[in-house]
């Protein structure tokens, strides 16, 4: 019996130590909430015409900056990491206020190789929480660019 | 009542005239009054300590022939067996780097604790002897755990880092199975430090999935030291260091070889490793090769969530994280009078796959399966680590002379499907880094002190290749001089301090990447200018071990250590793959330095042990990766396609605390019950938020049934399970997620053979038996969320055969 407690002991402390919530929320860890109105999923563009963004981006705190990021998916593996001739995008804008509505009008040049592409939305706040992509904060919407 | 044990041999017991009494153990028995009543079963209990110095020896295997019971000293150097029978018993004490003891004593009722003295084999030479080196490093104030070759064995682990992982203070980070690299109480990376053959191992340590270069198979003896160790090894000690010996020099005459298999069900890890090792006249010699291949891991999970997708895992098994390892070590050296030198050349090479999402955001068409479960694909790293290594001893009476002189070559590869404008295939990331380090160590001993002297050199030279930018190349040299001293004051109290002065520089090349359009290079955009930095340094330790009773000891050791920005931190700047961070160095970093306190004490209660740890750290200008608000993208539109969040190395002071309490209760002899808790607790006093990678806090028991089966080829079977309790961590960084606890139970059974010259274990051991699913803080993949590997049943079987 003696030793049955000894046994337990480690684990009530292990216990003590998973239930416990130490570090109250003096700091705010909490990345802003993107919304994306435009373009939606699957919409289809023909090279040479215009992309219309439209999103919400709200903080529970304060803004900082966003950016959109738009590269090609032809070849199906990690994403490009040159500028490469397919269209590509990517312009950071900044942001105040825990809320704001933002809107972009992005022109496809009228060269742009056809195909699928990833049409990404990522978001900073003031106190340098990001959005990310493992918990799905960061925004991708897939779109097409048909040949002219 | 004080009752000297009469020995057979007389000459065991003269030690002064060590002349005449080389070749044997030096032997000092004393005999306490009785410390408990009589009664049939009788406990014995002693401590192992250094002939020369004293010092209480950690680690040393005391094995009792009759009952087959086995048990290492612990840090103070005692040991205890419960529930023996009164009578004649055969003992054998081991030791790396010391003369085997074995006696045979008449136990009896009243007896009180024994203290056995093991005499260093190099010491003493008048006889040509085959002798180990020495292996009393550094201060005994630290709490230092210590892994011999066939606890190692018994882990059945195929990464060393993930075989310390069970003792307490010691984690890994990982990735996948087959890249692991140790983590010493939330420290890891640049901030601890693992000697092989007392050189400081250098490859690429500053990256999360850059795991350790040695061949598991390879180490006869693990010490890990928690805590500031920057003293005694240098800057990037301060969070403690693992030294890897290897095996004792071959005795005189004698002839070893050795097999060891491992299998992991999991993965369907093969592992082989064979060892020759002899000695003539003087001269020996060592040669092993060691192969692993495994092929991608299961999980117990058919999906997982990213990028708000629900995406597959086929078959469970986590597509191209199949891996092999081929590594050889030859090693030969010469024993004479005046002391002994032996040169080792080893090279450690692995390609180990990385899961096909770990780069860039998996897509669930690279997920479906390419029909082979072993292949390595892109993306894979990597890694060869060639060494050669030598060590000197030169005796002078008492004293000695150590010299280290090594050469490494870490030659680290990336490989990735990328959209590289140069001709050079799948090349992401190529590092090449060459290390050339110097060390000499003079130790002196007196009566009731010891000393040592040391001098540190060690220059380096990056240099960079493939279509990725992330480190630039540099040269770097660094240099550090040292004394540490042991004075013992009567039998209870020693002190213990340290002085050390460091000088260092670093040479970082300015590095453009030129930017292209069409084709053509249109601009050059400046990765780093040129950094030239150079760094002074003093440091010092104090404390102290205070051991009044046979049953409690008291440590405690203050020191000040400190740690160089390493290049990364001083000059990265690029997108880390899988992270889609941005790291950026800083060429303003300062020395970074810890003032760190260190409180232990064990205690022992008849048949239970108690050993609790502590540990307190300032640090200031503490280097860390701080988030910016600032996207890749602003710094420059064309340099960084994959841009994501700038993080830059920042200098702020921080926090560190926390400790282990560790239990040993043995109800009767064949009964052991084991647990350790830990637990760390960090904050970064800028942000007021903690450090990310710290490790949860965690409880590992273990409960082991050791039966004698009787027979002539396997004596006796030992069985043990165990039980790995982790809470949530929720105490984390900013853009760090916390991590849900978990509970991952695990078996083992053991058995040592004997027939004739032939000997051997057979271990298998089960990891999460459960299946459980559940997330490791630490893990690389954790980012992708992916869970841990599912079930896993390993077997090892070695097999030695030895002419003496």
Known sequence: MKHLVAFCIPFLVALQFSCKNDDPAVTDKEPPVITVEKPVMEASYTAGSQISFEAVIEDNQELAVYQIEIHDDHDGHSHGRMAASPFSYRKSFQLTGKKATVTETIAIPADAAPGEYHFIVTAIDKANNATNFADGSTKEIHIEITEK | ?804
């Open chain 2, 1 to 804: 009542m004080n009752c000297p044990i009469t020995i057979t041999e007389p000459s065991l017991i003269r030690r002064k005239n060590f002349t005449r009494v080389l070749p044997y153990l030096l032997l000092v028995f004393t005999w306490a009054f009785p410390a408990q009543p009589a009664r049939a079963q009788q406990s014995f209990s002693g401590s192992v300590n250094d002939a020369s110095t004293g010092a209480p020896l950690p680690g040393a295997t005391v094995h009792l022939s009759g009952p087959a019971l086995s048990a290492n000293t612990d840090s103070t150097g005692r040991f205890h067996f419960h529930d023996l029978q009164p009578g004649r018993h055969n003992l054998r004490i081991t030791h790396v780097g010391y003369k085997h003891l074995s006696i045979s004593f008449l136990l009896r009722p009243n007896d009180g604790p024994a203290k056995f003295e093991l005499t260093p084999e190099a010491v003493h030479l008048t006889e040509v002897r085959i002798a180990a080196p020495f292996y009393k490093k550094g201060s005994q104030l630290l709490p230092t755990d210590v892994l011999n070759a066939d606890e190692l064995r018994q882990k059945n682990k195929s990464t060393i880092a993930n075989a310390l992982e069970d003792l307490p203070g010691i984690k890994a980070i990982n990735t996948g199975v087959g890249i692991a690299k140790p983590v010493i109480r939330g420290m890891s990376h640049n901030r601890i430090i693992v000697n092989n053959q007392g050189i400081k191992q250098e490859g690429q340590q500053w990256g999360s999935d850059h795991g350790l270069e040695i061949d598991s198979f390879e180490p006869g003896r693990i010490e890990i030291v928690k805590g500031p160790a920057s003293l005694r090894y240098g800057s990037d000690g301060l969070g403690g260091v693992i030294n890897l010996y290897p095996p004792p020099i071959p005795q005189d005459s004698s002839f070893k070889a050795t097999l060891n298999t491992l299998y992991n069900s999991n993965n369907h890890l093969f592992g082989v490793s064979a060892m020759v090792q002899g000695a003539q006249n003087g001269r020996f010699y060592r040669v092993r090769l060691s192969g692993q291949d495994f092929g991608d891991y299961a999980v117990p999970a058919t999906e997982f969530t990213y990028n708000s997708y629900v995406l597959p895992i086929y078959n469970n098994r986590l597509k191209n994280t199949a891996g092999r390892e081929r590594n050889f070590s030859v090693m030969t050296g010469i024993k004479k009078k005046w002391g002994s030198s032996d040169i080792t050349v080893s090279n450690f090479h692995q390609k180990a796959a990385l899961f096909v999402g770990a780069i860039g955001v998996p897509r669930s068409r690279q997920l479906t399966p390419d029909g082979n479960n072993r292949n390595i694909a892109t993306p894979f790293q990597q890694t060869n680590h060639f060494k050669v290594a030598s060590t000197t001893r030169l005796l002078h009476g008492r004293n000695w002379t150590e010299i280290d002189a090594a050469y490494q070559f870490n030659a680290r590869q990336e490989h990735s499907d990328g959209h590289g404008r140069l001709a050079q295939g799948t090349l992401a990331h190529g590092l090449d880094l060459h290390t050339l380090s110097a060390n000499i160590r003079y130790f002196q001993h007196k009566k009731n002190e010891s000393r040592i002297w040391g001098l540190q050199l060690e220059g380096q030279q990056n240099s960079r290749r493939g279509f990725e930018y992330l480190l630039p190349a540099y040269r770097k040299f660094s240099s550090g001089f040292y004394a540490l001293t042991e004075w013992s004051a009567g039998d209870a109290f020693l002190v213990s301090g340290g002085l050390r002065a460091d000088y260092s520089f670093i040479h970082i090349d300015a590095t453009s990447e030129p930017i292209y359009k069409d084709n053509q290079v249109v601009r050059y955009y400046e990765r780093n200018p040129q950094i030239r930095k150079d760094f002074a340094n003093l440091s010092g330790s104090l404390g102290f071990t205070f051991q009044p009773l046979e049953d409690f000891g008291l440590k405690a050791n203050f020191g000040s250590s400190f740690r160089m920005p390493a290049a990364n931190e001083l000059a990265i700047n690029g997108v880390h793959h899988g992270t889609f961070r941005h790291e950026m160095g800083n060429s303003a970093l300062k020395t970074e330095r810890g003032f760190q306190l260190d409180l232990s004490t064990d205690l022992r209660v008849e048949r239970l042990k108690t050993t609790i740890a502590l540990f307190g750290a300032y640090y200031k200008n503490y280097i860390y990766l701080a988030p910016t608000a600032v996207f890749s993208s602003s710094l420059d539109p064309d340099a960084f396609p994959e841009g994501g969040q700038v993080y830059q190395f920042q200098q702020n002071n921080a926090i560190y605390g926390g400790g282990e309490l560790s239990l040993d209760y043995q109800p009767t002899r064949f009964l052991q019950f084991r647990s350790a808790l830990e637990y760390v607790y960090n904050l970064n006093l800028d942000s007021r938020l903690p450090l990310p990678f710290t490790p949860p806090p965690s409880v590992f028991s273990e409960i082991f049934y050791t039966t004698a089966i009787g027979g002539d080829t396997f004596s006796h079977l030992k069985l043990g399970v165990n039980l790995r309790n982790v809470g949530t961590q929720n105490r984390t960084d900013r853009n760090e997620r916390p991590t849900g606890g978990y509970h991952l139970l695990g078996a083992s059974v053991g058995t040592i053979f004997k027939i004739g010259k032939l000997s051997g274990n057979l271990n298998a051991t089960a990891r999460n038996l459960t299946n459980q699913l559940y997330m490791n803080h630490l893990s690389r993949y954790r980012l992708l969320n992916l869970p841990e590997p599912a079930q896993n049943y390993s077997v090892s079987l070695s097999f030695n055969f030895a002419t003496l």
